[in-house]
């Protein structure tokens, strides 16, 4: 039998006046303070079952309301509130976690429908202007999972450890590179994705010797944007470029003179391997594959 505490959080839209405003003007002239709109949203804690040397498992359910910026397509960015509900399962004995996190987003003139609904299985969430992010994290020495989608909830491209991501002024496109490590096939380190805001995803396998890549261990790869034009920079904490020498740029045909860097290092050996993938009129090596390969030595 599981326990539970409830909580109610209440979400409030309070029209042309601030609260602090209508407020005074209630106490003035003793108006009681009516709201356009109120959703009701409830948290709360089970303990689920006791297991043998693991302690209790249990799961929380946590509800939040914010006001986020998106823009949607042919739209500016503007506001809107979203619903989140976080639902965690975890046990007092073992590190870990199993999440998932829903995400109602709602207009302001239009409160009671839900314009974009998002459920996934992730540790984290990030609703941008024209994408959202989701993080899984890693655990027992592991690197992080990232996965950008658009908010049509198509995956646009994902990564271990961190996607690059190269911003065009004056332009709605992005570029992203992203690689994503192998754990069955041992003729292959991994997939290396490219994508831009408005393409499918290109896939390049990296392939390898089986001894050299069971020799490698755990793979620590780096992936980077190496831009020819000096003008181009780079936030070093976000792992994003702001790509000055494509300004304007509005098709991905118009992305050239740029390399993806990926360096691949081991923890069974000091040396890391380095492979560089130029994007040729918006493509990986000027190929319109959508899956390639290419060797490792």
């Not at 209440?10 to 108006?31: E, W």
């Not at 996607?163 to 065009?168: E, K, L, Q, S, Y």
């Not at 001894?211 to 780096?222: F, Q, T, V």
């Not at 980077?224 to 936030?235: A, E, Q």
């Amino acid at each position: 039998m599981s326990i539970k505490v409830s909580n109610t959080l209440l979400f409030l839209i309070f029209g042309l006046f601030t609260f602090k405003d209508r407020a005074a003007i209630g106490q003035r002239q003793h108006i009681p303070v009516t709201n356009i709109f109120e959703e009701n949203a409830e948290s709360r804690f089970e303990i689920l079952e006791k297991v043998e040397r693991l302690g209790y498992s249990y799961r929380t359910v946590e509800s939040n309301f914010k006001n986020v910026h998106i823009q949607l397509v042919k739209s500016d960015i503007r506001s809107y509130f979203a619903h989140f509900v976080t639902t965690t399962k975890r046990s007092t004995g073992i590190d870990g976690q199993e999440r998932n996190i829903k995400v109602n987003i709602k207009s302001f003139d239009n409160p009671a429908e839900n314009i974009i609904e998002i459920d996934t299985d992730c540790d984290d969430i990030d609703l941008q202007n024209h994408t959202y992010r989701t993080a899984k994290y890693g655990c027992c020495g592991t690197l992080d999972h990232h996965e950008v989608f658009d908010y049509a909830n198509k995956k646009i491209i994902e990564g271990d450890g961190k996607i690059a991501t190269g911003f065009i002024p004056n332009s709605r496109l992005i570029i992203y590179a992203g690689f994503v490590r192998e754990a069955k096939d041992s003729t292959i380190f991994g997939k290396l994705y490219y994508s831009t805001s408005d393409s499918e995803r290109f896939t390049i396998k990296i392939k390898g010797e089986p001894a050299d890549i069971r020799a490698c261990g755990e793979i620590l790869p780096d992936i980077s944007f190496t831009p020819s034009d000096k003008r181009n920079t780079f936030d070093h904490g976000q792992n994003d470029y702001t790509l000055w020498s494509f300004d304007t740029a509005e098709k991905q045909e118009m992305i050239t003179n740029l390399s993806i860097k990926l360096k691949i290092g081991c923890v069974n050996r000091k040396k890391s391997k380095v492979l560089k993938v130029p994007i040729i009129n918006g493509k990986p090596f000027g190929n319109s594959l959508q899956g390639q390969e290419t060797t490792l030595k």
